[in-house]
T-cell receptor, first 114, second 113 residues
Framework: DGGITQSPKYLFRKEGQNVTLSCEQN?????MYWYRQDPGQGLRLIYY???????QKGDIAEGYSVSREKKESFPLTVTSAQKNPTAFYLC?????????????FGPGTRLTVT | SQKIEQNSEALNIQEGKTATLTCNYT??????LQWYRQDPGRGPVFLLL?????KEKRKERLKVTFDTTLKQSLFHITASQPADSATYLC????????????FGKGTRLSVIA
């Protein structure tokens, strides 16, 4: 089955620790994205990548880092510098960032930092 | 400033009626607009795409319109069912070249039996 997987579904961390969220796709898509979703806030773009070994900051990149060493993988690290990391994180992919391709989303990871 | 707004946070309708959701935008000139469905605790799922030169698009019980003069898209679900209850997100391309979609905050639709 083709699709996007995110793991784990739930993640708990102590404040001050870095944590890495996994995102893998087997759709052969060039573009991948990370979003954060908070209640009442909609989807906010953290980082995106149009091609392997390249990525750009989105609207709320501070406190996050990414890498794109393989086409199918786009892990997100939530660093201790992120002031309010508890949220629902969604990874997505598309054929490219060029219109008009729809985005395919993973099931999400709910991160709780205490 | 650029904005994309969905008319209401929540909408309740009776089963069998038509649900109409609104997406308005300011200071964008999108070439197309997309609608997604999101169920609680899950990722959004793509439903429909409409281009700027299309007035209307249909898929089964779904209909989307796109009015570039009013800077608005309407999303209709006819003969609504409780299974249609979900949050619906609109998204547009910022038309600034190879930049990702911009999403609205969504409208939570509840269809009451």
């Amino acid at each position: 089955d083709g699709g996007i997987t995110q793991s784990p579904k739930y993640l708990f961390r102590k404040e001050g620790q870095n944590v890495t969220l996994s995102c893998e796709q087997n759709l052969n898509h060039d573009a991948m994205y990370w979003y954060r979703q908070d209640p009442g806030q909609g989807l906010r773009l953290i980082y995106y990548s149009q091609i392997v070994n390249d990525f750009q900051k989105g609207d709320i990149a501070e406190g996050y880092s990414v890498s794109r060493e393989k086409k199918e993988s786009f892990p997100l690290t939530v660093t201790s510098a992120q002031k309010n990391p508890t949220a629902f994180y969604l990874c997505a992919s598309s054929i490219s960032t060029d219109a008009p391709y729809e985005q395919y989303f993973g099931p999400g990871t709910r991160l709780t930092v205490t | 400033s650029q904005k994309i707004e969905q008319n209401s946070e929540a909408l309740n309708i009776q089963e069998g009626k038509t649900a109409t959701l609104t997406c308005n935008y300011t200071n964008y000139s999108p070439a197309y607009l997309q609608w997604y469905r999101q169920d609680p605790g899950r990722g959004p799922v793509f439903l429909l795409l409409i281009r700027e030169n299309e007035k209307e698009k249909r898929k089964e019980r779904l209909k989307v319109t796109f009015d570039t003069t009013l800077k608005q898209s309407l999303f209709h679900i006819t003969a609504s069912q409780p299974a249609d209850s979900a949050t619906y997100l609109c998204a547009l391309d910022p038309s600034s070249g190879n930049t990702p979609l911009v999403f609205g905050k969504g409208t939570r639709l509840s269809v009451i039996a």
